[in-house]
């Protein structure tokens, strides 16, 4: 059975005068015009309309008020999320902040919880950002009061490094002779090649590019030319720089050889800048590559041959030494073998001679520097980003391996500048057969940073 509701309730409107519907019918109902027009209920109406009004500009008022955006609640920082009340707290060097803050401005601080905060390196126990190297130097924060835009006295956490590399100063021939071939190209193409890569393939950055984050590298190209006077040396040189590869490549790539071969003038010329410069501070290296007999511009007291030699030996004591490779064989290779020994401070005819390098093929020509720049071993002198009170020293604690070293001992570790740490004895050829694990630490009452 189906039920059916109907509503049955009369419809009263809201409006005077407004009729109602009622089955169909339209009726005005007498009842309500009646109500409508009693003086009582005309004097109601009066009173409630002057009350609105009354409470009209309140209403508005409060309306206005609604309509303006709130101001926003200040969201926490992750500091003050993490510590509360001991994030911003004064501290100074004798009021230390909470574990996990550091005092930056005399208040206590936080720029990381955990290493995911850091851009690059990881968060420490102090809540600083640390850059992660080889080696950490992790003073405590002497002066917690000094504005943050200015160099602190000491700064906490691991400090950035750099090992002390070689400095390789490449003399190149680039004589008319450097035209004839050495296999399948020319001798310039070869050590193009050799050094900076096949020009063809983009992976192949040769020696300089395979070594360049192990030396610093500098390249003179050496021929002769003529000016007014006659012959004069003529030079074009790329200096010493570390990640030097692209821009002498650059210069590589807009010569083409000419002229004769000046050497000794040249090499006078590449130890005059090499002596007094040390970008480093590491050792100084001269590879000399020729194809021929030595040449000369300027008036010399000797043979083109022995004026080489005794640029070499002049070079050494000056702590520079030479490493030489002959391109091909039209060399003299006894005069060679005697730079050779020269260069490494040996007798010009010892017994036991240096290494010299003679290469008939690009391939020889590779295995040749390849092989001069792996004898320049791994250095064992480290660079600080500040200096060491050379009285307190032993204050610093130097650890390889885990294993803390002991200063000033045979195989342990010395001070050999004050912003220089030099590992020696058995714990350097530990570092030279390839181990990395190391780590220094001082003291603020010794360290003083040092921007450089």
């Known amino acids: 059975m189906t039920h059916s509701f109907v509503d049955t309730s009369p419809s009263v409107s809201s409006r005077p005068g407004e009729e109602r519907r009622d089955g169909g019918t339209r009726q005005r109902s007498a009842r309500s015009d009646q109500l409508r027009h009693h003086p009582r209920h005309l004097a109601r109406r009066g009173w409630m309309l002057a009350a609105l009004l009354a409470l009209a500009p309140l209403v508005g008022c409060q309306q206005e008020d609604d309509g303006a955006p709130a101001p926003a609640e200040r969201k926490p920082t992750q500091c003050e999320a993490q510590f509360g009340s001991d994030c911003g707290a004064a501290c100074d060097a004798d009021t230390p902040c909470a574990a996990g803050l550091h005092c930056a401005a005399g208040k206590c601080?936080?720029?990381?919880?955990?290493?995911?905060?850091?851009?690059?390196?990881?968060c420490s126990g102090q809540g600083r950002c640390e850059e992660i190297d080889g080696i950490g130097i992790d003073p405590v924060f002497l002066d917690p009061t000094r504005p943050e835009d200015e160099v602190p006295q000491c700064v906490e956490g691991d400090v950035k490094f750099e090992a002390v590399v070689p400095q390789v100063w490449m003399l190149l021939d680039r004589s008319g002779s450097m035209t004839s071939s050495l296999g399948d190209v020319s001798r310039w193409q070869a050590l193009g090649r050799v050094l900076l890569g096949d020009p063809e393939d983009s992976t192949d950055r040769g020696v300089v590019g395979e070594f360049e984050a192990r030396a610093a590298f500098g390249a003179t190209f050496y021929t002769t030319g003529y000016g007014t006077g006659g012959c004069v040396l003529d030079l074009e040189s790329v200096a010493l720089a570390t990640g030097n590869y692209t821009a002498i490549r650059q210069r590589y790539n807009k010569l083409t050889p000419t002229g004769g071969t000046p050497t000794a003038d040249a090499i006078a010329a590449v130890v005059a800048v090499a002596a007094t410069s040390d970008l480093t501070g590491g050792p100084k290296i001269l590879v000399l590559a020729t194809d021929g007999e030595p040449g000369a511009c300027a008036p010399r007291s000797g043979a083109a041959t022995t004026e080489v030699e005794r640029e070499v030996e002049l070079a050494f004591a000056k702590r520079i030494q030479t490493f030489v490779v002959s391109i091909a064989r039209e060399t003299n290779a006894a005069h060679m073998q005697r730079v050779a020994n020269l260069g490494a401070g040996l007798p010009a005819d010892a017994v036991e001679p240096a290494p010299y390098y003679t290469a008939d093929s690009q391939e020889e020509l590779a295995l040749a520097f390849t092989s001069i720049i792996q004898q320049v071993p791994r250095s064992?002198?480290?660079?600080?980003?500040?200096?060491?009170?050379?009285?307190?020293?032993?204050?610093?604690?130097?650890?390889?391996?885990?294993?803390?070293?002991?200063?000033?001992?045979?195989?342990?570790?010395?001070?050999?500048?004050?912003?220089?740490?030099?590992?020696?004895?058995?714990?350097?050829?530990?570092?030279?057969?390839?181990?990395?694990?190391?780590?220094?630490?001082?003291?603020?009452?010794?360290?003083?940073?040092?921007?450089?």
């Open 109 to 122: 601080s936080a720029e990381c919880i955990e290493d995911t905060d850091c851009e690059r390196g990881r």
């Open 380 to 452: 064992c002198v480290f660079s600080l980003n500040g200096e060491v009170d050379a009285a307190e020293a032993g204050e610093g604690e130097v650890t390889l391996a885990g294993r803390e070293l002991v200063y000033n001992d045979p195989d342990g570790w010395v001070l050999a500048k004050p912003d220089q740490v030099e590992i020696v004895g058995a714990a350097c050829e530990e570092i030279r057969a390839g181990e990395e694990d190391l780590d220094i630490t001082f003291p603020c009452s010794v360290f003083t940073p040092i921007i450089k």
